[in-house]
């Protein structure tokens, strides 16, 4: 099994409008794969359909063997697909390293009476799960801003914050919603760096891009949508010179 | 048979004033997207300003019983408009900004701040409306005896509905509140006053509310101060029941609710009578948050 | 932090001193606020850690003092024994009661609370099962006997009362720095972040609304053993309602904040108990005081404290 996620046939209405319409791709194993279309194209809510926020109406996702329909989302984060979020969605009020600990929580099984009751196992637990969360904010470089607000960072942070809050559930999936957005260039070009060592850690990677040079330089892989239908797939350098893309993305009759 | 027309007659009248609460619930939900908790208080707040007027200034005694009552509802509908657009301004204005939440809990506030308002300037015991501020007469209507208070409460509520409808339908105002109620910000920038509209609103929804307090009170005759809470919730139902920020839907969901409970009172048990409003709340929360004519409800994604 | 120690470690020692220097009448004011912080404590699980508005807690401390009450009168069960009867109890009603409703909008689970409490309050004077006594209640509520010592006065009932708010306030604030308290944190902040960090937000509302609701039905116990005859006016709207308020205006989210409104709401009125208009006027002044906290303070009187974590630096290798 060379797939690690398979989208097969998956279609979604809203009301009379078909957001995405019969979109299947699979996405390799290790690999970058890239999602891109204009504004409207039905890319995230793709995206909302593997994490599990909306429901497939039609067509069905496996992740790793696994079918991922009707799961609710926070399952589908313990079967390993993390995300972030298009629209930043920290826990604005709480710490840095709070909101790292969120994603942690998936991995850690402490209840309501060892929690209530400070079991030492429950101590252990809270250890270690300090130690991964400070180890993932070194990792995306935010480190020394652990006991900050979330709201305090910039925004280029904040959306290495959402990165580090995904790492913290160890998963083997990553959705990114428009990493860069909001980013300057040389953030753009760190973010790029950071994205290449978490392939190297052996994370496969989704992601969502308008800043073209990124999607060219990081992923292997584009998969095109226009109005919910997928219109083309393959590497970058084919996809640049399709016809179909260009005519999506200029408008040329 | 006669018994359950005299139960239907029943609910419709109270169905009526539950459709006048009401609407002021809907209306504030439709621009503002609160529950304005303190709007059962300014119903009560209606219900004492009219004990007022009929007791201590006589008002009836002095211009006659249609005059007098035509006046009242002036009066009432005139001083709780403008007590709800107060309650606006210091208790609602600052928060637009805020969490909704800390709205939520400034109505709260609010409403027990005016009932306890109430209860320090009348009391807490039962005040009893004058008698025979209208003739205690019945009217023949296809062989079914109905009192006139009955046939008065329901014709008054009727006409202020139908008032407000085409006030909402046909004017530049109405037109207004509408587009409020669709996109703040897009109507912002079309020019219109937001503040204003949402003046306006606190305005009409109180002032009828108002008028609902004084057919409570020359319908079954007495006030408390805490009637505001017990008849708020159940408007409150019947909003949710047409569905929130709907007004045609406010009118009949205060319909629908009078007839249950008086069906309900009758025919299933008096004891539970005031747990028949919250039942129905529940089960429309749970099987169709949207109501029979409005939007949804519960959490989206 | 070592303010914060003193602090504490003087309310302790002045809290111990209340049932030796003061007159039975006073230390019934204290052991009522005792009660009232503990209700205000189960109720911040709710509203102040996971954000759920609910205003029918009267409901879950009703069903707590009547399973009490019942167990005791009926079947000649020990009241204290009945103790964690009542919490599983009423931590059951809550979570029946909840499922259906978790999932509506903040204002909208208010009003549905609300409904539930009206409900419940009904069924009891409507004599529901034959076994609420109806309008009249229960009366003929044996005293507590803890450990063959019968609690009978004020200042025994003081000890059983405030020894109940320690413990809550012990386990409680381990909950706040766990696992579990972190999570209705986050979904109280973000519900679809939450959710998408991995966290089972549905499960959490349930066992928060469960463990508030286990936790007021155990108050209800040491109610209905303190008062010894309990009716269904003890448990009406206005007392959800006082709750509410000390929660919100005490600082929700932090518990001593929720027991600094404890004093204020149940114990300030009593300070002024001489001039009758202030203490008709008492809910007027709360329903001024909450508006104004909205505008002004949103926070309440002790907002949330931030988590601190001891070993963040050590922990760097």
Known sequence: MSNLLEICGVTKVFGGLTAVDNVSFDVRRGSIVGLI????????????????????????????????????????????????????????????????????????????????????????????????????????????????????LSYGNQRLLEIARALASEPRLLILDEPAGGMNEQETEELMALIKKLQSRGLTIILIEHDMNLVMQACEHLVVLEYGRKIAEGPPEEIQNNPKVIEAYLGVD | MEEFFQQLTNGLAVGGIYALIALGYTMVYGVLKLINFAHGDLFALGAYLGLTLLTSLGLNSRVGPLAGLA?????????????????????????????????????????????????????SKIHVYPKGILPAVAVNIFGLQVPLVRILVFVVSLLLMAALFAFIQKTRLGT????????????????????????????????????????????????????GWIYGLKAFTAAILGGIGNIPGAMLGGLILGVIEALGAAYVSVAWKDAIAFLVLIVILIARPKGLLGERVADKI | MNRRMWGIIAFVAAMAAVPFCLNPYQVDVFNNIGLYALLALSLNIILGDAGMYNMGHAAFYAVGAYTAAFLNTQLGIGILWTLPISGILAGLVGLVLARPVIHLRGDYLLIVTVGV??????????????????????????RPVFFGFKIAKPHEFFFLIWGFVALTVLLFSSLKNSRFGRALDYLREDHVAAEGSGIDTAR?????????????????????????????????????????????????????????????IVGLPELFREFKAFSQARMWFFGLAMMIMMVFRTEGILPPRPRVFKDIDRNVS
């Open chain 1, 37 to 152: 279309g204009p504004n409207g194209a039905g890319k995230t809510t793709v995206f909302n359909l593997i994490t599990g926020n909306y429901r497939c109406d039609r067509g069905e996702i496996v992740f790793d063997g696994q079918l991922l329909s009707r799961l609710p989302p926070h399952k589908i984060v313990y079967l390993g697909i993390a995300r972030t979020f298009q629209t930043i969605r920290l826990f604005q009020n709480m710490s840095v390293l709070e909101n790292v600990l969120a994603g942690r929580h998936c991995r850690m099984k402490a209840g309501l009476l060892a929690s209530m009751l400070h079991l030492p196992s429950e101590r252990k637990e809270e250890r270690e799960a300090l130690k991964f969360a400070l180890h993932e904010l070194e990792f995306v470089g935010l480190r020394e801003h652990a006991a900050q607000r979330a709201s305090s």
């Open chain 2, 176 to 227: 207004a509140i509408r587009a409020v109620a669709i996109d703040q910000d897009a109507a912002r920038l079309m020019g219109i006053n937001v503040d204003q509209v949402i003046m306006i609103v606190f305005l009409i929804g109180p002032g009828l509310g108002g008028v609902a307090g004084l057919l409570v009170g020359l319908y079954y005759g007495q006030v408390n101060f805490t009637m």
């Open chain 3, 204 to 264: 959490y509302q349930l066992l928060a609304f469960m463990l508030g609701a286990a936790w007021a039905g155990m108050a209800g116990c040491l109610y209905a053993s303190k008062m010894s005859i309990i009716s269904p006016e003890s448990f009406n709207f206005w007392e959800s309602v006082v709750i509410f308020i000390i929660v919100i205006l005490g600082g929700s989210g932090n518990i001593a904040g929720v027991i600094l409104g404890a004093f204020l």
């Open chain 3, 117 to 142: 409490g009206e409900i419940v309050r009904i069924a009891l004077i409507n004599n529901v099962f034959g076994v609420t006594g109806g309008p009249n209640g229960i009366f003929g509520i044996a």
């Open chain 2, 71 to 123: 006046l009242l509802v002036v009066f009432v509908t005139g001083l709780v408009a403008l007590a709800g657009a107060l309650l606006e301004r210091a208790a609602y204005r600052p928060l637009r900004q805020s969490p909704r939440l800390s709205a939520v809990v400034s109505a709260l506030g609010a409403s027990i701040f005016i009932q306890n308002t109430i209860m320090l300037i009348y009391g």
